[in-house]
Nanobody, 119 residues
Framework: QVQLVESGGGLVQPGGSLRLSCTASGFTLSYYVIGWFRQAPGKEREGVSYIDRSRRTYYDDSVKGRFTISRDNANNTVYLQMNSLKPEDTAVYYC?????????????WGQGTQVTVSS
């Protein structure tokens, strides 16, 4: 059964950091494009970052320079290191198999992990 489970969210002050994890079961993450998405209250879900089979990465302009995506093949996990967090980063974060335009979702959505940036 193909499943992705997100974890690592929490409450952090502006300027703080969090590391999100996306752990897969039922398939090998490194064979696919894995993306991080987020959905803020009242807004549509948006693509934040992805990593492809060759470890090439993409970042939305809103997080470029602050977020870093990486992959640990041994643990079948993709991480999203988030630094210099801003209140506008507050959202539920999801990971999914996707394409290079982050418009096609190729796995089911998990429960996500809540990130709240607030003082």
């Amino acid at each position: 059964q193909v499943q992705l489970v997100e974890s690592g969210g929490g409450l952090v002050q502006p300027g703080g950091s969090l590391r999100l994890s996306c752990t897969a079961s039922g398939f090998t993450l490194s064979y696919y494009v894995i993306g991080w998405f987020r959905q803020a209250p009242g807004k549509e879900r948006e693509g934040v970052s992805y990593i492809d089979r060759s470890r090439r990465t993409y970042y939305d302009d809103s997080v470029k320079g602050r977020f870093t995506i990486s992959r640990d093949n041994a643990n079948n996990t993709v991480y999203l290191q988030m630094n210099s967090l801003k209140p506008e980063d507050t959202a539920v974060y999801y990971c999914a198999r996707t394409d290079l335009r982050m418009t096609t979702i190729l796995s089911s959505w998990g429960q996500g992990t809540q990130v709240t940036v607030s003082s």
